[in-house]
């Protein structure tokens, strides 16, 4: 059955292969999973051996060669014979002795052809992709077509056998989910069910349409004399032939139409139809095969009704079936919390056991595979992380184009089976004939009834797109072969002309759609960035038609949708989304959201390579040394008074005991170097953990930081010293601003300095995080979603010098025009703006991934104490002393003073609450990084005791610093001030 | 058919033809529309002109829309009192403007006016902090809505005079293509 001649080279070259597939494949894809087991199955059903299953499972699983023949031959006979077939059989009739090497074919060769026709398919697609010449002139599908061709003839002449042809349950059981699942799940939502109506009307009574249509011309053909007399058909037969031939095929379709870029509505109504006309070939198909069976004599007016009916049955029930699993799917996902590494999977499986359960009901599988994609996407996206996002992604789109390239080169390697098929020109012809015009008929005819309904009009060309774009493809070819010869005498001239109609839709009209679109001057999909604008108006448009139809009494499609949306979020959303990722929902913040993020990274790219060099020489960069000292240390003076404000009030809170044990330990462990390789042991199946690299790195941060904040810090106690706490406010406030501009030109070169040495490290660190986001643990990710979502309530806590850093860089790196982002940063108005300001802004525009090392950072700068100054400061703050503000050069300091409209404490209580569990998981991660933040103590003469043991009760304890936070803010006038602003 | 005559005169229907994208038809059709919501107040009979309005009250407490947020807004910008209480021609004028006929400059202009709260030819923040709210139904802060407010204008506005102009706001809109084309309604 096999031909280990041609395979023996091959073999021979990727003999490992086999077994890192059967390990790396992943564990979604039933098929291997299946093809995996069946051995199993065998062997434990017919062996009488009483080898453990253990030792069976192993040899199975590890699939090599050598690995069944290296263990003791009493194992290995029993286990392997069973599971081979006669080749084997002969080696137990030999005296058992050991084998060095043991040829095991047998053992593997399924999923090993699997693997090597994979792993062939995507070679030749890499090839026709060196020469971009080739494939942006001939589409893809057509290559893997000639490719198989090609290979099908080369195993042929080898052979004289044909060995592989597209197998119809191979084609449906493992082909074609991957893409059904690929498009049903990144389907536009709005726009396929903005044209739904249109669609459904091409899936149904199109196809209905082409098949009868074409099914009766042939008979009247045949009856006319003009077909061969060899071809054996009736009415029946024609009908069954019309049922599989007319079908627009979503594989096809899908191959051409993506390379070719026509507009999205072009798209989605012949795309849609291709996918929903599925249930309507499913059910032609299943009553003209039964038809045929019973003899066309014999059917009854009953069987049409039940054919009828069953029409209905299949394509409702497969959307139904499709719905309750996607309803499943979200629902799962939103618990998916503590095992985020199988989120992905369970993604696949669910939507997969969809298309099967619908396949077992005999109902319209892509219907039900097609609509649970659909449907789950929105909730499944707002739950899962944002790394399995990536992978879900990754994985669809990897699985569905391989699917792709297999089919089409099973076409080509099919067709070169002559056994199987018989020629007829006049068949072949008129089908050909047929299946063009009364595609072309069908289409103007609906066109015309259609756009009398459609708001937006198909026009001429459209209509000759649609046309054109109806190519047939695999599925008609595998529904062929499905058909029982003894019951259609005529298949072999069926299977002729599918194939025949199959390569000319694909090559001749898959070649010419190209020219033809650009001859038409078909409008093609404009690839615009979207706006937030946009997206304002659509929605308030939307909300405009519904009310004006609502006015109108007239329940259009404004007014359901309205009605769903309104459903949707009161119910629906609450159900299948997390709390958290409820929260963040609201489209528009999402999409301004993800313009932030594209700032944010162009940012980065633009930066890069200013960043690494800045790395390599820090020197000699004096504008980013000058600015550093502008912004940089500014906001970080500000962040430390900041933290301060509840360091005072804590002060009395704690034990003498708590503190010194918490001193003392965090002294200990804040010296010491974390030994360089202690994270390379951490192994978890359930979650990636970040990079040891990365870990250091930050560890190297962290001490630069705290060496810097130290030196720092003393000159700002030094400072502080000098003052009293109960000192008058007006005099206080004197002293600092003078002594702000004093210390000035000492302090900052110094910590300048330090500053460059950490700050390129973060960010180029970031710029590699940024496209596969840093998911160390789900805290992270979800902490970082709903950081952003939260925004202001947050922020003062955890993002700021976040913020203040990502933003540093940019303005010498975004262009002139005055973007929002420009608007919107903080530098551009003022450094000296509140911290929380400035932070809350700010760190939406820092990617999500940043956080987690900004948060370490911070923890660290959080810990830095001075309460008096921050005092001072404050009080400084608000009367913006003119020294400051030249040195700044930032007139805009005054048109945003103190607007602090984001100092919204209360709302963190409540925040606090709803994220309660997450905040554990974050907690052990503060721990973690506890020692990292303890900085001081020592190097600095001590302002006093007090205030320095206080620090660490509050990094233990987040709640009640919130707590105390929001007392001292409601009390502080700084509040007041905010809350006018607001 | 004959019922035609007894509603409007020949010489009002002509009238409402030519200040409307309607067909005589679709007009008809839309005084049904229109006396459906109050049969009580609105006549049979509209060859003598009379002076009916629909109070603002009825058309904002109608159940349907409940939700919609731009319910009170759509109603004032429409009626000719600015007030919200709609006359036949009002509520012809509305559906005109919706229908496919209509140009999209009159389209924009009209969405122009239903954004613009205050009524200053201008859509100032104000505006789109309002528009925004309602849409976004308080789900998100003061500060996030200022937020994406600032983004919004700042990528409309051409002049940078911290505000859109009518035609900030039509330059906007024609950037993406079919962007009007779906504000239609059939009736």
């Given at each position: 059955m096999h031909s280990p001649v041609l395979f023996q080279l091959v073999v021979l070259v990727t003999s490992t292969f086999c077994a890192v597939w059967t390990a790396d494949f992943p564990g979604s894809d039933a098929s291997v999973i299946s093809e995996i087991l069946e051995p199993v199955g065998i062997a434990v059903e017919s062996s009488p051996s009483s080898a453990p299953p253990l030792h069976r499972q192993y040899g199975v699983d590890t699939g090599k060669i050598a690995s069944a023949a290296a263990r003791a031959p009493v194992i290995t006979d029993p286990m392997v014979s069973p599971t081979s077939p006669p080749g084997n059989r002969h080696r137990e009739t030999e005296p058992v002795s050991f084998e060095i090497v043991k040829w095991n074919w047998e053992h593997a060769h399924g999923p090993f052809l699997v693997a090597v026709w994979i792993m062939v398919a995507s070679l030749a697609k890499i090839l026709f992709h060196l020469s971009s010449k080739v494939t942006t002139v001939v589409p893809e599908s057509c290559l893997l077509i000639l490719l198989g061709l090609g290979l099908g003839g080369i195993v042929l002449a080898a052979t004289n056998r044909t060995e592989y042809q597209l197998d119809p349950k191979m084609f449906f059981l493992f082909l074609l989910p991957p893409i059904v699942l690929d498009s049903g799940y990144f389907m536009p939502s709005r726009l396929f069910f903005d044209n739904i109506g249109t669609i459904l009307m091409y899936a149904v009574v199109g196809t209905l349409w082409n098949s009868s249509a074409t099914g009766l011309a042939l008979w009247g053909i045949k009856q006319a004399g003009l077909m061969d007399e060899k071809v054996d058909a009736g009415l029946m037969d024609?009908?069954?032939?019309?049922?599989?031939?007319?079908?627009?095929?979503?594989?096809?379709?899908?191959?051409?139409?993506?390379?070719?870029?026509?507009?999205e509505t072009l798209f989605i109504i012949v795309f849609g139809e291709s996918l929903l006309n599925d249930a309507v070939t499913v059910v032609l198909y299943k009553v003209f095969n039964t038809f045929v069976e019973m003899g066309s004599d014999k059917v009854r007016a009953v069987d049409y009704v039940k054919g009828v009916a069953s029409f209905f049955v299949v394509s409702l029930g497969g959307t139904v079936v499709g719905l309750v699993f996607a309803f499943i799917l979200a629902l799962t996902t939103r618990f998916t919390k503590r095992a985020r590494i199988i989120e992905p999977l369970f993604v696949f499986l669910l939507v997969y056991l969809s298309y099967l359960t619908a396949e077992i009901a005999s109902l319209s599988s892509i219907l039900a595979m097609t609509f649970c994609g659909l449907c789950c996407k929105k909730y499944v996206e707002a739950n899962i992380s944002q790394k399995s996002r990536t992978t879900v992604k990754y994985t669809m789109k990897t699985m569905a184009s391989i699917a792709e390239t297999i089919i089409f080169m099973f076409l080509g390697i099919s067709a070169v089976d002559t056994s199987m098929w018989t020629w007829d020109s006049a068949l072949v012809l008129f089908t050909l004939v047929f299946v063009f015009v009364f595609r072309a008929v069908g289409v103007i005819l609906q066109t015309w009834v259609l756009n009398r309904f459609r708001l937006c009009p198909l026009d001429r060309i459209d209509q000759v797109m649609m046309s054109y774009g109806g190519l047939r493809g695999a599925v008609a070819f595998a529904l062929v072969i499905l058909l029982d010869k003894s019951k259609v005498k005529a298949k072999d001239y069926f299977v002729a002309t599918t194939i025949t109609v199959?390569?000319?839709?694909?090559?001749?009209?898959?070649?010419?759609?190209?020219?033809?679109?650009?001859?038409?001057?078909?409008?093609?999909?404009?690839?615009?960035?979207?706006?937030?604008?946009?997206?304002?108006?659509?929605?308030a448009f939307d909300h405009i038609l519904a009310a004006v139809e609502d006015i109108a009494g007239h329940h259009g499609y404004h007014h359901w949708r309205d009605k769903w949306e309104h459903f949707d979020k009161k119910y629906l959303s609450q159900l299948l989304m997390r709390k958290s990722a409820y929260r963040i929902k609201d489209e528009i913040w999402d999409v301004y959201q993800k313009l932030n993020i594209r700032d944010a990274m162009s940012f980065v790219d633009q930066g890069g390579h200013v960043l690494s060099s800045a790395k390599l020489s820090l020197p000699s960069l004096p504008s980013r040394t000058s600015f550093s000292e502008t912004s940089v240390t500014n906001l970080l003076r500000e962040n430390g008074s900041g933290v301060c404000l509840d360091l005072q009030v804590i002060d009395t809170v704690r034990s003498g005991k708590d503190k010194e044990d918490t001193v003392m330990h965090h002294v200990l462990a804040g010296n010491l170097y974390k030994p360089r390789k202690r994270y390379q042991a951490n192994y978890s199946r359930h979650f990636i953990s970040a990079d040891e690299q990365e870990w250091q790195d930050r560890e190297v941060i962290q001490r630069n930081m705290r060496c810097r904040l130290e030196s720092f810090r003393s000159t700002k106690h030094s400072v502080y010293q000098s003052k009293g706490k109960s000192r008058h406010k007006k005099s206080q406030k004197k002293h600092r601003s003078s002594d702000v501009n004093g210390e000035v030109p000492n302090g900052k070169p110094k910590r300048n300095i330090s500053w460059q040495d950490t700050v390129p490290v973060v960010m180029t660190m970031d710029s590699e995080e940024e496209e596969e986001d840093n998911s160390e643990a789900e805290k992270e990710e979800d902490e970082g979603i709903t950081f952003v979502a939260r925004a202001a309530d947050e922020v003062l806590l955890e993002g700021k010098p976040s913020s203040t850093l990502g933003v540093c860089q940019s303005p010498f790196l975004l262009p002139p025009s005055p973007t929002c982002a420009e608007k919107e940063l903080p530098w551009k108005g003022d450094q000296g703006d509140l911290p929380a300001c400035v932070s809350s802004e700010t760190t939406k525009i820092v990617p999500i991934d940043l956080q987690q090392a900004w948060n370490q950072s911070i923890s660290s700068l959080e810990s830095l104490p001075s309460p008096p100054v921050s005092e001072a400061q404050q009080l400084q703050r608000r009367t913006v002393p003119p020294a400051r503000l030249e040195e700044r050069g930032a007139p805009a300091a005054l048109a945003r003073p103190l607007q602090d409209p984001r100092f919204q404490f209360p709302e963190r209580a409540t925040a606090a609450g709803r994220r309660s569990e997450e905040d554990s998981a974050e907690c052990i991660q503060q721990q973690e990084l506890r020692p990292l933040m303890s900085p001081d103590k020592q190097p600095r003469p001590g302002p006093s005791t007090g205030s320095a043991g206080a620090r660490w009760p509050v990094q233990f304890n987040r709640a009640a610093r919130v707590s105390l936070l929001k007392n001292l803010v409601t009390a502080s006038p700084y509040k007041g001030s905010g809350q006018t602003d607001l | 058919m004959g019922?035609?005559?007894?509603?409007?005169?020949?010489?009002?229907?002509d009238a409402y033809q030519d200040c409307t994208f309607f067909t005589r038809k679709e007009i008809l059709r839309l005084f049904h529309r229109y006396r459906d919501l109050a049969p009580q107040l609105v006549p049979l009979d509209y060859t003598s002109k009379p002076d009916v309005k629909l109070p603002y009250e009825l058309i904002t407490s109608m159940p349907e829309l409940k939700d919609n947020p731009f319910r009170q807004r759509i109603a004032e910008?429409?009626?000719?009192?600015?007030?919200?209480?709609?006359?036949?021609?009002?509520?012809?004028?509305?559906?005109?403007?919706?229908?496919?006929?209509?140009?999209?400059?009159?389209?924009?202009?009209?969405?122009?006016?239903?954004?613009?709260?205050?009524?200053?030819?201008?859509?100032?923040?104000?505006?789109?902090?309002?528009?925004?709210?309602?849409?976004?139904?308080?789900?998100?802060?003061?500060?996030?809505?200022?937020?994406?407010?600032?983004?919004?204008?700042?990528?409309?506005?051409?002049?940078?005079?911290?505000?859109?102009?009518?035609?900030?706001?039509?330059?906007?809109?024609?950037?993406?293509?079919?962007?009007?084309?779906?504000?239609?309604?059939?009736?």
């Open positions: 024609f009908l069954l032939f019309g049922s599989l031939i007319s079908a627009v095929d979503p594989v096809a379709v899908l191959a051409v139409f993506e390379e070719v870029h026509v507009n199959v390569f000319f839709t694909v090559m001749f009209q898959g070649l010419t759609i190209k020219p033809l679109v650009k001859w038409l001057k078909v409008k093609r999909s404009n690839q615009h960035k979207p706006t937030l604008n946009e997206e304002l108006h659509e929605r | 019922n035609k005559q007894t509603i409007f005169t020949a010489e009002q229907l910008v429409f009626s000719e009192d600015g007030e919200g209480n709609m006359t036949l021609d009002d509520f012809l004028d509305m559906f005109s403007v919706l229908s496919e006929m209509a140009p999209r400059d009159l389209k924009a202009y009209y969405a122009f006016k239903i954004y613009d709260f205050n009524d200053d030819d201008y859509i100032c923040k104000s505006d789109l902090e309002k528009t925004l709210t309602r849409l976004t139904r308080n789900e998100l802060t003061p500060e996030e809505v200022r937020l994406v407010c600032e983004k919004v204008m700042d990528e409309a506005d051409l002049d940078n005079d911290g505000r859109l102009s009518l035609e900030d706001f039509q330059h906007m809109i024609a950037r993406a293509p079919d962007f009007l084309s779906t504000f239609h309604i059939r009736i």
